[in-house]
C-alpha cells in the first residue's frame, strides 16, 4: 500500500468547511484512497473512497488532482462532532490483492471551534 | 442497515484472570470479522480475523484467542489476563473481498490491573 503524508492538526471554526490534505505521491493505478476517522474513545469510522473521480456522499466530499498524487476531504459545514482524527489510506481494491489489515497512520487531529 | 455490537464497554480485570469480550453483527449474512487492538496513543494492531464460521486467522503471537462459534459472533478470550493485555479493542466486519472498508464496533476498553 501507497504511504500516505497528511499535517498532524487542524482547526476549522464551527459551520466553516474543513479541507483536510493528504499527499500520496507513490500510488499505484489500482489503489483507491480511503478515509477514516476515529472520535475519541469510539471505533474508527468509515467516511469515503474514491479512485480518480471527485466523489460525494452524506458525510463528506473527496476531491482527488488529476495526477492522484493527492486528495482532500472536505467536510462542508464543520460541527463540533466532527472533532476527530482523521486517516487517509490507499489500498487496493481488488480481492485478495492487500492484506485483511487496515493501517492507520498518525492521521490528522482536527479541532472545530466553536 | 447493519449494526455492531460489543460488550462490555468497559472492564477491569486483574492479572491471570480469564477475559471474555463478545461482538455481533447484525443486518448481513457471512460477514467477514475482525478483532483489532489499540494500545493508548498507538495505532490500530489487528489481532484475529475470520472469514467464515471455525475459520480463525491470527495475524500475531499472544495469550489471547479468537473463535466463531456462529456466524455473526465472534469472541475474543484469554485463560490469564497480562498487563500488557490493556487497551482498547475494537471489533470490526466488512463484506467478503472488500476488506479495505471496514465498520467498527463501538469497542471495549480494558483495564488489567
Known amino acids: 500500500d501507497a504511504k500516505t503524508t497528511q499535517p498532524p492538526s487542524m482547526d476549522c471554526a464551527e459551520g466553516r468547511a474543513a479541507n483536510l490534505p493528504c499527499n500520496h505521491s507513490t500510488i499505484s493505478g489500482n489503489e483507491y484512497v480511503y478515509w477514516y476517522r476515529q472520535i475519541h474513545s469510539q471505533g474508527p469510522q468509515y467516511i469515503i473512497h474514491g479512485l480518480k473521480n471527485n466523489e460525494t456522499n452524506e458525510m463528506a466530499s473527496l476531491i482527488i488532482t488529476e495526477d492522484r498524487k493527492s486528495s482532500t476531504l472536505i467536510l462542508p459545514h464543520a460541527t463540533l462532532r466532527d472533532t476527530a482524527v482523521y486517516y487517509c489510506?490507499?489500498?487496493?481494491?481488488?480481492?485478495?490483492?492487500?492484506?485483511?489489515?487496515?493501517?492507520f497512520g498518525k492521521g490528522t487531529k482536527l479541532s472545530v471551534i466553536p | 442497515s447493519q449494526t455492531i455490537h460489543q460488550w462490555p464497554a468497559t472492564l477491569v480485570q486483574p492479572v491471570g484472570s480469564p477475559l471474555s469480550l463478545e461482538c455481533t453483527v447484525e443486518?448481513?449474512?457471512?460477514?467477514?470479522l475482525y478483532w483489532y487492538r489499540q494500545a493508548a496513543g498507538r495505532g490500530l494492531q489487528l489481532l484475529f480475523y475470520?472469514?467464515?464460521?471455525?475459520?480463525i486467522s491470527s495475524e500475531v503471537p499472544q495469550n489471547l484467542s479468537a473463535s466463531r462459534p456462529q456466524d455473526r459472533q465472534f469472541i475474543l478470550s484469554s485463560k490469564k489476563l497480562l498487563l500488557s493485555d490493556s487497551g482498547f479493542y475494537l471489533c470490526?466486519?466488512?463484506?467478503?473481498?472488500?476488506?479495505?472498508?471496514?465498520?467498527f464496533g463501538p469497542g471495549t476498553r480494558l483495564l488489567v490491573l
Open positions: 475470520s472469514i467464515g464460521i471455525g475459520q
Open positions: 443486518g448481513t449474512s457471512n460477514p467477514n
Open positions: 470490526a466486519w466488512s463484506v467478503p473481498g472488500r476488506e479495505e472498508t471496514q465498520y
Open positions: 489510506i490507499v489500498r487496493s481494491y481488488l480481492s485478495g490483492a492487500g492484506s485483511y489489515q487496515l493501517t
